[in-house]
């Protein structure tokens, strides 16, 4: 059973970057996705990015495409997540999460969230100041 734990979160300003780390550790078989997601105060969860493990193929939401990047290092089995350009409505508790769903393939980053991803890590603050 994959654990997944994040690092990276904090406060920067608007216009700023932070990079966040999620370890995937405990698995005996890789995940078939990856992926981040983020839930600010009164709102909903929501998808930011995703990553297939295998063919590399990654999907945004509409609010951080050019400015977020999703990627993986399979040698220290993390993924990360480059924040650029940050904005105020990007402040919310940054979630790692993992699928072993062959759904995550090919589902909307938003579709099916809680019966496509399994596993979560514990979150990660990040608060951009205008």
């Known amino acids: 059973q994959v654990q997944l734990v994040e690092s990276g979160g904090g406060s920067v300003q608007a216009g700023g970057s932070l990079r966040l780390s999620c370890a995937a550790v405990?698995?005996?078989?890789?995940?078939?996705?990856m992926g981040w997601f983020r839930q600010a105060p009164g709102k909903e969860r929501e998808g930011v990015a995703t990553l297939s493990t295998d063919s590399f193929t990654t999907r945004y939401a509409d609010s951080v495409k050019g400015r977020f990047t999703i990627a993986q290092d399979n040698v220290k089995n993390t993924v990360y997540l480059q924040m650029n350009s940050l904005k105020p409505e990007d402040t919310a508790t940054y979630y790692c999460?993992?699928?072993?769903?062959?759904?995550?393939?090919?589902?909307?980053?938003?579709?099916?969230?809680?019966?496509?991803?399994?596993?979560w890590g514990q979150g990660t603050q990040v608060t951009v100041s205008s």
């Open positions: 405990g698995y005996t078989y890789s995940p078939f996705c």
């Open positions: 999460a993992a699928s072993y769903a062959t759904a995550c393939l090919r589902s909307p980053i938003n579709t099916a969230v809680a019966t496509t991803w399994g596993y």
